[in-house]
């Protein structure tokens, strides 16, 4: 069965061909480094890297490509308020949104450009749009593209240009048509700018992925992604720019939806967000993996800490399992390759909540065939659950999960000594001392543990 994926432009799901048999393009929209990110910010790159690990498990040599956007309007405005320098505050937070990524299991990109260290090509995007009257350069200094000039203008966010109305920033003075968008802003003073044939100025966010795109991907490639929140204006005025200039540019637009609070897109203009360096804190980074990974990607996601506790919940029975064959049984390896109905599920527009189904129907199976001392069973579905969660980054056996810094270094040394109180426990209620069982079992509780009693033993379990 082919991948097939859900294309923003046709609103359909098609199935992907690619440009190069073999082989996968993708170019998505990063990070704005005005600020530290929030998990929503964080979810776009693990929904794509979710995406890009389903490429390479069904045998396509992948180049990734996300860009940092590293100058433009919101950065200038950080760096008037706080008085730091506008490259100082990008490149801090373009640490941060790079420990976000790394915290929650992303795999690194091919290609990660940054906007300022291709202002070259942009200019020379810009003379081609010009030369063959795409594009204007004003009196001012600033350049436009002319969307009259591209018949195929909206064709991604389906609006009627007799309606359109163009976000406008400071100072883009000399339009022709108030519709028409900035490739290029006339320098302003106390602001960064590079020497252009028009006059020293900076690059417009649009024109920076067109550039940084054809720089790394070249003419065609196969898939643009980014939030949905980017269709307008952001994509469909690359899409504009980049085929004026005469490239194909992307054959599929994917676009994830938001992590909202209280029903509105988490932003930091709203004050609503969450920020990645004080969740990966109070929650395990796998957790976090595993809840904003695990719902569709074309599905919202509505922040609460009832959702994220659900989220650990079920991780941890999974986990729980997992830890249980190994054990009883010893090591368990993943298995070869993924059970069909997983496949099927992840090729259809990367179906992760049945893909997800799935993985825990071999859980409750291989729970039974532990209950059943069926050795052989409860290991094949180990090892089926491991492969499952491993092409989604999700395996808790994965090294990657228990180095250093994971916190789960330590959990060999905690379970020696959280069994040890058991065995006490256990002795206790043998000699039907309930009074001390029910003692030891409240301290372990107060220390963060979660005690489950069953049939082969008791259990242990952090517990937020």
């Known amino acids: 069965m082919s991948i097939r994926l859900h294309d923003t432009a046709s609103g359909q799901v098609l199935d ?3 440009n190069t048999p073999g082989c996968v393009s993708i170019y998505l929209c990063g990070a704005t480094v005005q600020a530290a990110p929030h998990i929503g910010h964080i979810r776009s790159g693990l929904n794509f890297d979710i995406m890009r690990r389903w490429f390479a498990h069904r ?30 505050i990008g490149y801090a937070n373009e640490r941060a949104f790079n420990e976000g990524y790394d915290a929650l299991g992303c795999l690194p990109p091919t290609a990660e450009p940054r906007a300022t260290g291709h202002v070259t090509e942009m200019v020379e995007m810009m003379q081609a749009l ?12 600033n350049v436009y593209f002319s969307v009259t000039s591209f018949p195929e203008y909206l064709a991604l966010s389906h609006q009627e240009l007799e309606n359109l109305r163009q976000p406008e920033g400071e100072g883009e003075s000399g339009k022709r048509d108030p519709r028409d968008f900035a490739m290029w802003k006339a320098v302003k003073p106390g602001e960064p700018s590079w020497p252009t044939p028009w006059g020293p100025g900076r690059p417009g966010w649009h024109l920076e992925c067109s550039a940084m795109a054809h720089k790394y991907l070249g003419k065609a490639f196969d898939i643009h992604g980014g939030g949905r929140d980017l269709i307008f204006p952001h994509h469909e005025n690359e899409i504009a720019q980049s085929k004026a200039f005469g ?13 909202t609070l209280s029903g509105e897109k988490m932003s930091k203009s709203l004050g609503n967000s969450v920020l990645v360096s004080e969740m990966v804190v109070k929650w395990r980074p796998v957790v976090l993996r595993y809840y904003l990974g695990t719902p569709h990607y074309r599905s919202t996601i509505e922040y609460s800490e009832e959702a994220l506790r659900e989220a650990e919940t079920g991780f941890n029975r999974i986990e729980s399992f997992l830890q249980r064959v190994v054990e009883l049984h010893g090591h368990v390896e993943p298995a070869a390759d993924v059970p069909p109905a997983f496949a099927e599920a992840m090729d259809e527009d990367f179906g992760v909540p049945g893909a997800m189904a799935i993985v825990h ?21 180990a090892s089926e ?20 810094g ?21 002795a206790a209620r043998e000699r039907k001392d309930w009074a001390t069982s029910d003692a030891i079992r409240d301290r372990l509780v107060q220390a963060g543990l979660n005690i489950e009693d069953r049939a082969d033993g008791s259990r242990w379990t952090l517990n937020k």
Not at 248 to 259: I, K
Not at 406 to 426: A, F, K, N, Y
Request: no cysteine.
């Open 16 to 18: 992907f061909v690619p």
């Open 59 to 88: 045998g396509y040599d992948v180049t990734f490509v996300r860009n940092v956007t590293d100058i433009d309007d919101k950065i200038i405005s950080k760096s008037r308020e706080s008085g730091l320098p506008w490259w100082q």
């Open 130 to 141: 010009i030369e063959r009257g795409h594009a204007y350069a004003t009196s001012e200094g």
């Open 247 to 259: 490239d194909d540019f992307a054959r599929y637009w994917l676009h994830n939806a938001w992590v």
């Open 361 to 381: 129907t071999a859980v409750r199976q291989g729970n039974a065939a532990l209950a059943a001392d069926d050795k052989e069973s409860a290991v094949a579905r």
């Open 385 to 404: 659950v491991r492969a499952m969660l491993g092409v989604l980054g999700m395996d808790p056996l994965d090294p990657f999960w228990a180095g250093p």
């Open 406 to 426: 994971s916190g789960e270094d330590l959990h060999g040394v905690v379970d020696s000594l959280v069994r040890l109180v058991l065995e006490q426990r256990q």
